[in-house]
């Protein structure tokens, strides 16, 4: 018999915490969500949902926009 192992689906930390920030303003929070090379980390990684995944990708857009976040990094060249 043959048991499915996986690993454990990871929960979304802002469904989680409904009181923690989720703003351009908090560039701190939204490296978090960012590779190395400046691309944004998708859901099925991240762990978030997809409602706040949309949200996550908008605020580090705003956030690149008025240059709090790097559009790509250094090494990029």
Request: hydrophobic share 35%.
């Amino acid at each position: 018999m043959a048991f499915k192992r996986g690993r454990r689906r990871k929960v979304c930390r802002f469904c989680a915490h409904p009181d923690m920030p989720l703003t351009y303003k908090e560039p701190l929070l939204l490296n978090q969500f960012i590779t190395d090379r400046g691309k944004i980390v998708p859901c099925r990684i991240s762990g978030t949902c997809s409602y706040h995944q949309r949200a996550v990708a908008l605020e580090i857009k705003r956030a690149r926009n008025v240059a709090l976040l790097p559009y790509t990094s250094n090494l990029a060249g």
